[in-house]
């Protein structure tokens, strides 16, 4: 009976494995002996593990993403005349190509292309910057077409290094819609809304974009994410109650610790970034003009790591932050809140309802909070 159980276990996992397989034919004469790394370019904090796909390592092949304990996957290839990778991805999802030189010099990836099951042969000259990538296979044949259609919404840039300027997110957000009523099981359209929302921010229309897909495609993994972390950025906009949230066994925050303040200011950091360490003496001076008018002032530091902790807390020591400090050991905040960029700022009245939501802006806090006790 083991014998049989275990020989099921195996034609199964064969089974996925020839579903979501791919094998890269890479060669590239000009980083011979030099190294590339394959992985998506730009992530949102917070959607790393929606970025995973897995490449049988050797000698030539690392995982790079694990090495240095990223959310997302990236792999390192020291090029050879032949490089083959294989592996297994779960649905496909956006990547490219990038060189890291010597340092001081310029870090530059190919432009996005989907990797998803099946067989690839790609040719990279010396010049990969910006290098479109002509790739046979269904979603990128449908990315390529969706992109150009999209072009209609953008000012071309004349800088080949700078993004394209975006004219009207809404309009955008109109023909998506249509598009994906057509095309109701398109991972390139969902693809499209992340990719709005990582360099645009949020809008309404997402979530009313991803209603639009089937009832089939609603069940995978990837559109779960993407909605569930929607979802808890829209609960928690301006006008919505903060949820209670629970940092470890011994430190929360609820509804009843805004019940003894006026406002409560929220800020939400990290020790890796650099505008909130320089942007804390402006917190300083908030907390010092309105610590007396009943405005109760918390910082959330988004550190998991002891010698991160130590880090964070001697920053605060040295900018004198005298005011409630919690560590999000259990990501519990970032989850609820959909915490995705440093540094974010919550203003929040004595109801526990949320009357700001900024993205690094000390100075529109100070205008919400004055406005908001005048």
């Known amino acids: 009976m083991k014998k049989l159980f275990y020989s099921l276990l195996i034609l199964i996992s064969n089974f996925l494995y020839s579903q979501n397989n791919f094998e890269i034919d890479l060669s590239s004469d000009s980083y011979i002996n030099d190294s590339l790394m394959l992985g998506a370019p730009v992530i949102r904090n917070g959607f790393g593990d929606l970025y995973r796909f897995k490449i049988q390592t050797n000698n030539n092949i690392s995982d790079f993403g694990k090495k240095i304990r990223m959310s997302h996957s990236i792999y390192y290839f020291k090029i050879q005349k032949k490089n083959i990778a294989s592996g297994i991805i779960e649905y496909p999802q956006p990547v490219a190509f990038g060189y890291i030189g010597k340092k001081g010099e310029p870090i530059y990836n190919t432009k996005i292309f989907f990797l998803?099951?099946?067989?690839?042969?790609?040719?990279?000259?010396?010049?990969?910057?910006?290098?479109?990538l002509n790739i046979d296979s269904p979603t990128n044949k449908e990315y390529k077409a969706l992109q150009k259609s999209l072009g209609q919404f953008y000012i071309k840039s004349k800088n080949p290094d700078q993004p394209d300027s975006l004219i009207n997110m809404s309009k955008k957000q109109e023909f998506l819609g249509e598009y994906i009523r057509k095309n109701p099981n398109s991972y390139v359209a969902l693809w499209e809304i992340v990719n709005d929302y990582t360099l645009d921010d949020y809008h309404p229309a997402y979530l009313k974009n991803l209603n639009l897909f089937s009832a089939k495609f609603k069940q995978n993994?990837?559109?779960?994410?993407?909605?569930?972390?929607?979802?808890?950025?829209?609960?928690?906009?301006?006008?919505?109650?903060i949820p209670d949230i629970y940092f470890d066994k011994l430190n929360k925050l609820t509804s009843e610790d805004f019940k003894k303040y006026k406002l409560t200011f929220i800020d939400y950091w990290s020790t890796t970034c650099v505008p909130c360490i320089k942007g804390m003496p402006e917190i300083v001076n908030l907390y010092n003009e309105y610590k007396d008018q009943n405005v109760n002032f918390i910082t959330i530091t988004d550190e998991q790591k002891p010698n991160r902790i130590d880090v964070a807390k001697n920053i605060l020591k040295k900018n004198n932050a005298n005011w409630m400090n919690f560590f999000d050991t259990n990501k519990d905040f970032q989850k609820k809140v959909n915490a995705t960029s440093y540094p974010l700022h919550f203003i929040i009245d004595e109801n526990g309802k949320i009357v700001a939501r900024i993205s690094n802006s000390i100075e529109g806090a100070r205008t919400v909070i004055k406005e908001y006790l005048q």
């Open 221 to 241: 993994k990837l559109y779960k994410g993407v909605e569930t972390r929607l979802k808890a950025e829209q609960s928690t906009s301006i006008g919505q109650k």
């Open 116 to 132: 998803e099951k099946g067989k690839y042969k790609i040719d990279l000259p010396q010049n990969i910057s910006n290098l479109e």
